[in-house]
């Protein structure tokens, strides 16, 4: 295992095309098309060695085979493109008491593809039953690693004089958690819908505000499945988690 003190940080390149329309009536629309170039994104690598000459602070001259497990920057540039949609809108125009009624939601969807490097130590037998170790390095081509296919937020609420109320729900959908050249050792995560409420109340007095936060309200558990099989890797489990407070607006 080797600490590689020479990898450099990832960079990107950032491309956005919006378009955005504003009515009185209809709020705010944006739609945006955006591409990402990341060039030397860090990647844990495996390969077998042994060869050392590469890396002069470790011992030379050795002729044994190492599995050698470290980070480095991805050598081939990743290409990240999506589309955002977006709606603000606060429905002023209802009669009472309806036209305190806000309204809000995002929409993106993402595509990836990166390259991953594969080490595979392959072991033969000679005509006289010696084994010969071959080490077969390649590549192969999949999604890019913690990125989702979709994400939603959105948010409904409603607000009158010092009172707001807004109950949001963040919605993802398949985080791609685990590379790996065989499709039944790669993990990505389920679908997970969070619902949060949020109140505040403003006071006549010093500026002080109460809130009520409710987070996770139906514990929404994190869930990680099987690419392959969609059998459940791993879950992680949060509950629900409430806060309540005063705040001073000096």
């Not at 429905?91 to 305190?100: D, H, I, M, R, S």
């Amino acid at each position: 295992s080797y600490n590689n003190w020479r990898i450099k940080p990832a960079r990107s390149q950032n491309f956005d095309v919006v378009a955005s329309i504003y009515t009185n009536g209809l709020g705010l629309f944006n739609i945006n098309g955006f591409k990402k170039r990341i060039e030397d994104l860090i990647l844990f690598s495996r390969t077998y060695v042994s060869d050392l000459s590469p890396y002069p602070d470790l011992p030379q001259g050795t002729t044994q085979l190492y599995e050698f497990n470290t980070y480095i920057n991805n050598p081939v540039p990743i290409d990240v493109i999506g589309i955002e949609t977006e709606w603000q809108t606060h429905f002023w125009f209802l009669p009472e008491p309806l036209n305190g009624i806000v309204f809000n939601i995002n929409y993106t969807h993402i595509f990836s593809e990166a390259s991953y490097q594969r080490s595979e130590m392959i072991v033969i037998y000679d005509d006289e039953g010696n084994t010969i170790t071959r080490v077969n390095d390649t590549t192969y081509q999949t999604r890019l690693l913690n990125q989702p296919n979709d994400i939603l937020n959105m948010a409904i609420g409603y607000d009158y004089g010092e009172f707001s109320a807004r109950l949001s729900l963040l919605y993802q959908d398949n985080i791609f958690k685990k590379p790996d050249f065989w499709m039944q050792n790669r993990m990505n995560s389920d679908k997970y819908a969070r619902w949060d409420l949020s109140v505040k109340q403003g006071l006549p007095w010093y500026g002080i505000q109460v809130f009520f936060n409710i987070n996770n309200l139906t514990g929404e558990n994190d869930l990680d499945i099987n690419q392959k099989n969609n059998f459940p890797a791993s879950e992680q489990r949060y509950g629900m988690t409430a806060d309540l407070g005063l705040r001073i607006k000096l």
